[in-house]
Nanobody, 125 residues
Framework: QVHLVESGGGLVQPGGSLRLSCAASGRTLSGEVMGWFRQAPGQEREFVAMIRWNSGLTYYGDSVKGRFTISRDNAKNTVYLQMNDLKPEDTAIYYC??????????????????WGQGTQVTVSS
């Protein structure tokens, strides 16, 4: 069992920045993949970014590439999502998730085993 808790969401103006955090408990992460997804009202859940815990290898969705950065703090068992140059279309609930598969990295939400409760990000002037 892995428990994930997101924080850091809020209201920000276009062009602004936010940093989301996701703290994991119940398991010391080693080779798992941590991912961030988002879901806007009426839309399907969208892949944002992921990171392989042991190697630090990262991968991003096309809509956030160059603006968002995923990172992790091994000592804190926490993954971060730094979001810069935010746009109104980034407005969504952001979820972190963990994929216990240590041999692949997936952008599909169905591949992930545990999810946080989500944190709202609203980009508006």
């Amino acid at each position: 069992q892995v428990h994930l808790v997101e924080s850091g969401g809020g209201l920000v103006q276009p062009g602004g920045s936010l940093r989301l955090s996701c703290a994991a408990s119940g398991r010391t992460l080693s080779g798992e993949v941590m991912g961030w997804f988002r879901q806007a009202p009426g839309q399907e859940r969208e892949f944002v970014a992921m990171i392989r815990w042991n190697s630090g290898l990262t991968y991003y969705g096309d809509s956030v590439k160059g603006r968002f950065t995923i990172s992790r703090d091994n000592a804190k068992n926490t993954v971060y999502l730094q979001m810069n140059d935010l746009k109104p279309e980034d407005t969504a609930i952001y979820y972190c998730a963990v994929d216990l598969n240590m041999s692949a990295m997936s952008t599909y939400s169905r591949s992930y085993d545990y999810w946080g409760q989500g944190t709202q990000v609203t980009v508006s002037s």
